[in-house]
């Protein structure tokens, strides 16, 4: 995975590159396509993923196939962390 950190815009010092991309690399990673209209090239996912260090975190992105590009990422809230849990354990 190749991602894009050009002109971030949101504050990367709440959530770390580095835990960004380890969320994405979750083998249990849970990524959903939201319901709502964009245009087809600007089309964004949620992704719900762990870093190493346990750490649940939340991020919208979209991709072209190759490159991914964050445009929001945050620590999971009780309720992501909790439906997280329950796929992993569908999963099981």
């Given at each position: 995975?190749?991602?894009?950190?050009?002109d971030v815009n949101?504050?990367?010092?709440k959530v770390a590159p580095r835990e960004i991309e380890e969320s994405f690399e979750d083998p249990f990673a849970v990524r959903?396509?939201?319901?709502?209209?964009?245009g087809d090239e600007e089309t964004r996912y949620f992704c719900l993923g762990k870093a190493v260090t346990?750490?649940?975190?939340?991020?919208?992105?979209?991709t072209d196939g190759k490159?991914?590009?964050?445009i929001h990422a945050r620590e999971m809230t009780p309720d992501e962390d909790t439906f997280y849990e329950?796929?992993?354990?569908e999963i099981k």
């Open positions: 995975m190749e991602f894009d950190w050009l949101f504050d990367l010092s959903i396509l939201p319901d709502s209209p964009y346990g750490r649940g975190v939340f991020s919208v992105f979209w490159r991914y590009r964050v329950r796929k992993l354990a």
